[in-house]
């Protein structure tokens, strides 16, 4: 790469013949300025042409922009004496922008709950995720296609789905990440990590078609179905050869599960199914379905492979079709009996055991994401230069990042003391004492979610209502916050279940 000087680059300062210097790099635009989408004069102007852009650049552009190939290669030197200050970050890397990744990750920090393999493993997950997951949660949240084959393979391979269900049995004799960490030793906070480590690109659909269907709906079979069935289903679930995802919520009846209406009737050695699910996460590519019904002897859950008499038809939604969100149909669909997962009338405890981790799950992806908007907006306010000043310079803009970096700090701080319960307690004291807990959690994670989507959208302006551009990441952020406080059991039932929990625990024995 040629060295130059300033000099030598003002002499290129005219219409077929425009260099400019950006971030100490030299860039030959002359050929470029016809397509340049932002407009060709703009990159006429006196300020621009045969000068240092530096500052006009970043204060319109994202950095990435220079790093893809086709604009790469307009570079033909660099400034002599002079050294890049903007560093692109190394796959693995943990940013160095403050409150941009949880604490325990920051230099010279400490935390109680995290080890020296915490931290191998998140250095491993997130290079993972930096070169396998994250080129292919850029095309299929923009795309609408679900993850791709090649990657799915790549996650089974590292056993990541298998993680995502947390610690337990389904671990045994599986390398995890290639190794970095044995099954034993893998405890809810190596979950916590995988699920903020895959949830932090700013593609909300896209965190849903990584295989959530799997998380939501194998748990029923892994824990309640026969023998024979979990040898079966949950090999091929965890290997990436067949897909499946759980079918509750109806048309007729969301949070309120028991209001379901499809039906399973018993003919023989089958159950009959018939009935609508809706909003069914992965639903268009899923191979078995987790299903909720109704049956004359009560609740129950039933596995329902793919047939001629189920059908799936995608939903438009606001977020990517990439997450596969289906309307689904049972016509009379005939089911064996030994697809039964628990027992029938107590249908309702195999789904309601489900929900605190999957509560649990939502708080660790929504909290991520919420991280990454603080990312951007300190980066906006940093680099964007309003009268004359840089954003921060504004106090009612440093009073939107105060409120901000409590939001997500105070939830991180909750999270990891559920986190840590959840490490120390059986399931079944799980579901009596973090139930409320997990309610309540989820509640405050998707209220401060969107407080922070409202916040980071003024911060941003204009750009953060476009889907390209410097502000995409607010755009569907903002967009697609409201999934949180919806999946897995909508924010006000949520906070209202948390309270009626602590009233049932209250002693009897007290008074004001
Ligand atoms: C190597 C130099 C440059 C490249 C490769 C480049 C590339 C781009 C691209 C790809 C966009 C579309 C939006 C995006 O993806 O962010 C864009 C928009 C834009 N560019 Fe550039 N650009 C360059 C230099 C400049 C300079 C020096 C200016 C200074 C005035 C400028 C002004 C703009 C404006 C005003 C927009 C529209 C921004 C918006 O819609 O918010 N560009 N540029």
Redesign the pocket.
């Known amino acids: 790469m040629k060295s130059l000087t300033f000099d030598e680059v003002s002499k290129h300062n005219k219409e077929g013949d425009v260099w400019?210097v950006?971030d100490s790099k030299v860039?030959n635009?002359s050929k470029?300025a016809n397509m340049?989408?932002?407009?060709t004069g703009?990159?006429y102007?006196e300020s621009?042409a045969g000068k240092d852009?530096t500052q006009?650049?970043f204060g319109?552009?994202?950095h990435e922009?220079?790093l893809r190939p086709q604009?790469a290669r307009?570079q033909i030197g660099t400034i002599a004496g002079e050294e890049p200050v903007v560093q692109p970050l190394v796959a693995g890397d943990v940013s160095r922008v403050p409150y941009a990744e949880p604490s325990w990750l920051a230099k010279g920090f400490f935390s109680p709950f995290y080890k020296e393999g915490h931290k191998r493993f998140q250095r491993a997950m997130r290079k993972f995720a930096t070169e396998v997951v994250y080129p292919d949660a850029i095309k299929c949240e923009e795309n609408g296609k679900r993850i791709s084959q090649e990657v799915v393979e790549k996650l089974c391979e590292m056993n990541i789905p298998a993680m995502r269900l947390g610690p337990g049995k389904h671990l045994e004799g599986r390398t995890l990440l290639g190794g970095v960490i044995t099954p034993e030793e893998f405890d809810h906070f190596h979950e916590l990590i995988v699920n903020f480590e895959l949830a932090r690109f700013g593609t909300r659909g896209y965190v849903d078609a990584l295989l959530a269907g799997e998380v939501i709906g194998l748990p029923p079979v892994l824990n309640f179905g026969s023998p024979e069935l979990r040898a079966k289903v949950v090999p091929e679930v965890l290997d990436g050869k067949k897909f499946i995802c759980l079918a509750i919520s109806e048309a007729f009846a969301g949070s309120d599960v028991a209001g379901l209406q499809t039906t399973a009737v018993r003919e023989g050695d089958e159950w009959v199914i018939t009935g609508t699910k809706k909003w069914i996460t992965n639903g268009v590519f899923a191979d078995y379905f987790t299903v909720g019904c109704r049956s004359k002897d009560g609740y129950v859950v039933i596995l329902v492979p793919r047939s001629d008499d189920v059908s799936t038809k995608a939903i438009k939604t606001a977020y990517s079709p990439t997450a596969g969100t289906a309307y689904v149909t049972f016509e009379k669909a005939r089911v064996p009996v030994a697809n039964t997962l628990g027992e029938v009338g107590k249908g309702l405890q195999v789904i309601l055991s489900n929900f605190n981790h999957e509560r649990w799950m939502i708080v660790c992806t929504s909290l991520s994401a919420q991280r990454m908007v603080v990312e951007e907006c300190l980066k906006w306010v940093n680099q964007r230069i309003v009268f004359g000043k840089p954003l921060s310079a504004q106090a009612v803009v440093r009073a939107k990042l105060a409120s901000m970096i409590a939001r997500i700090e105070a939830g991180q701080s909750w999270l990891e003391t559920v986190t840590h319960q959840m490490n120390n307690m059986s399931y079944d004291e799980q579901a009596d004492k973090l139930t409320g807990q997990i309610g309540l959690l989820k509640q405050f994670i998707t209220r401060t979610g969107r407080e922070t989507a409202e916040d980071a959208t003024q911060i941003f302006g204009g750009?953060s209502i476009t889907a390209?551009?410097?502000g995409k990441l607010i755009e569907n952020y903002h967009r697609t916050s409201p999934y949180d406080a919806i999946l897995g059991g909508q924010e006000d039932v949520l906070g209202d279940l948390g309270v009626r929990q602590a009233i049932k625990k209250m002693p009897k024995n007290v008074k004001l």
């Not at 340049?36 to 407009?39: D, K, Y």
Request: proline share 4%; hydrophobic share 60%; net charge positive.
């Open positions: 400019i950006i860039y635009i470029f340049h989408p932002g407009g703009i990159l102007a621009i852009a006009a650049f319109l552009h994202r922009v220079l604009y307009l750009r390209s551009g410097m």
